[in-house]
């Protein structure tokens, strides 16, 4: 027994009595006059129900008997069909069955039968067409009947196009005789949900493939984007007086200048002001107005320390006589007004012989004489702290100290240009992760400072620079 019998037979009680598709098919075309349709699995089983319904047609009725197979179309069907029922006779093998053989009928009244076996082969538009058939023989009253014999494949078609063949045409079961509904379980498909074309799969892939690479570069740039704003902090600091980030006031930048630092910024400010063109070294009168234009500016009276040679000031002579050998002078360091915040005191070593003098000078600020915790930077060797601020000044550092109260703060020495300075820092971290992620919860008093990362081996370097300095 097939397997569309098992199924069939699972579906219908058991107190219902199986009787012969042949005597079915002989009732449902008696009466009701539907195309018929006989499907199972196994093709003899229906081949058998066509031999015995051919076998039992009387001699008055005309038949036609197709085999479908895969390689016939429409027309070549619609051909075997006109041409085995009415010999000689004239037709558009294009046109509908429906329309050419009732046209062909009315001319010869008889009994047409037409049998088709392998229907599964057969197109919806020719079991479409044999349908109307038998729907305009009965309401014609013509005597043609149609059956068709195939696999349960062909009962899907149908009840994937219900609306088409609904009340046209009977579905019965080779091995049972049972009649079978367009809805019945044997002709639904299972739809397979995850069931994907290959298209859909490469599509799914490369889609998958699309918002990996997003996700990729997403988490790349921020990984960039976090390096550089860490590298800009570090330039920032280091570009500004090489430690200290905004602390020290434009009075102190006065009082650390140079004339070499000067020259420096001068000749720099021209080289990127100018493109393509070779810096030029700033003269003497170029220097001495932007000293100037520059201490009017901030409104600092400065008070100069100079040893007059030959006639000018020293602090010019390398400019002005470049033929003439350099006495070798110590830095100039201007001075301001308020003596009561500054306790200075100068020393300038006894003359010799002509150009070959040397001037000592020495500032004593105050900031050295604050307490300091060096032995906490060098007895932990390792590690990272966050740099908030320098100061070469004590009331500078006394002007921002309450910003400072919130956060657990340690302090060190170092020389900036020959001169003692004050650093303030975190503690120490283990990591430097740990301290970026620390930077990240100062109040924002501290982080208007924009402190950085520093390493402990650098500072304790700088703690060992200044203590050899005193």
Known sequence: MSALAHAIESNVSQSVTTISANARVDYILRFSKHAVLVVDQDESVYSQVASQFLGSLANDHNAAFI?????????????????????????????????????????????????????????????????????????????????????????????????????????????????????????????????????????MVFTAFVISLSILGYWLFQQDTFSLKTKLGIQNATLGVNSFVGEVSIKDMIVLAKPADIVQALTASKSTNIENKTPEIANSIDIVSAISAFQNSVGINEITTEIPVNGRPKRFESFLDSKMPKPKVADPIIQTNNSSLFQQKQEISAPTLGRDKKETIKNINGIESLKVDNDYYINAKTGYVIQIAGFTRLPVYQQFLPDFTTTKIKRYHRLLNKQPMLVITSEIYSTRLNAEQAIMLLPSTIMSHQPWIKSVEAINSEISSFQLSQ
Do not use: M
Request: net charge positive; charged share 20%.
């Open 67 to 203: 085999a479908v197979s895969p390689k016939l179309n429409d027309i070549q069907i619609r051909c075997r069909i006109i041409e085995q029922l009415f010999t000689n006779n004239l037709f558009d093998p294009e046109q509908s069955l429906a329309v050419s053989l009732i046209n062909l009928a009315k001319q010869e009244k008889q009994f047409i039968d037409i049998v088709i076996k392998h229907t599964q082969y057969l197109s919806l538009q020719i079991l479409h067409e044999l349908c109307q058939l038998t729907d305009i023989a009965k309401k014609a009253n013509y005597p043609i009947r149609v059956l068709l014999l195939g696999t349960p494949q062909t009962g899907t078609l149908l009840a994937n196009n219900k609306s088409l063949f609904n009340k046209k045409i009977s579905i019965l079961s080779g091995q049972t005789g049972q009649l079978l509904a367009l809805n019945a379980n044997v002709f639904k498909v299972k739809s397979a949900i995850f069931k994907l074309t290959t298209t859909a799969k490469w599509l």
